[in-house]
T-cell receptor, first 119, second 113 residues
Framework: KAGVTQTPRYLIKTRGQQVTLSCSPI?????VSWYQQTPGQGLQFLFE???????NKGNFPGRFSGRQFSNSRSEMNVSTLELGDSALYLC??????????????????FGPGTRLTVL | EDQVTQSPEALRLQEGESSSLNCSYT??????LFWYRQDPGKGPEFLFT???AGEEKEKERLKATLTKKESFLHITAPKPEDSATYLC??????????????FGTGTRLQVTL
């Protein structure tokens, strides 16, 4: 079973430019979340999409945006890049269900990430 | 605000030397606690999800346990290939079916021969 794929794997941009990253979830998974990982802040939640709707959003400025398509593939966009946007951007594909206790759950499987460097 | 604290920050073990990693959390209501393994330059690899206090899960040399305030990842007789950063994350109740995870900063494990 194919895992989560992200493209491109590496990207170098300059300040002020914009960038679009792409994520293809595991087949059958409808939820896609995005995270930013930096050495100083660790993994931080950006947003989540489910059935083409943003369902949850982290504390990032409006320069960070995303969307999801009908086939569950997702893109995130960062406009007016800043040096501090240099990071590993991770996409996670979620599978949901019901645990033995009866409560709902989901498990998230991460892609390899896109390493963005802003010069 | 949900918080996750992992300790120690770094751990160096000799091959075969068992140990435990700690993950302390505060969350308004826990839907799930997740453990991941991450190798340098790669995305986190899913290990376990625990849902309620008292639950335990095992995979090869790893065993995860959960209480109402913390989780432990026990590593039995580790091998050099177990070297990685181990991440703990929580998902809170009240987020509906949304998927937000709050992560700790991880424990960097190095296993030497």
């Amino acid at each position: 079973k194919a895992g989560v794929t992200q493209t491109p794997r590496y990207l170098i941009k300059t300040r002020g430019q914009q960038v679009t990253l792409s994520c293809s979830p595991i087949s059958g998974h409808r939820s896609v979340s995005w995270y930013q990982q930096t050495p100083g802040q660790g993994l931080q939640f950006l947003f989540e999409y489910f059935s083409e709707t943003q369902r949850n959003k982290g504390n990032f400025p409006g320069r960070f945006s995303g969307r999801q398509f009908s086939n569950s593939r997702s893109e995130m966009n960062v406009s007016t890049l800043e040096l501090g946007d240099s990071a590993l951007y991770l996409c996670a594909s979620a599978k949901s269900g019901r645990a033995a206790s009866g409560s709902s759950y989901n498990e998230q499987f991460f892609g390899p990430g896109t390493r963005l460097t802003v010069l | 605000e949900d918080q996750v604290t992992q300790s120690p920050e770094a751990l160096r073990l000799q091959e075969g030397e068992s140990s435990s990693l700690n993950c302390s959390y505060t969350v308004s209501g826990l839907r799930g606690l997740f453990w991941y393994r991450q190798d340098p330059g790669k995305g986190p690899e899913f290990l376990f999800t625990l849902y309620s206090a008292g639950e335990e899960k095992e995979k090869e040399r790893l065993k995860a346990t959960l209480t109402k305030k913390e989780s432990f990842l026990h590593i039995t007789a580790p091998k050099p290939e177990d070297s990685a950063t181990y991440l703990c994350a929580v998902q809170a109740e009240g987020t509906g079916t949304a998927s937000k995870l709050t992560f700790g900063t991880g424990t960097r494990l190095q296993v030497t021969l």
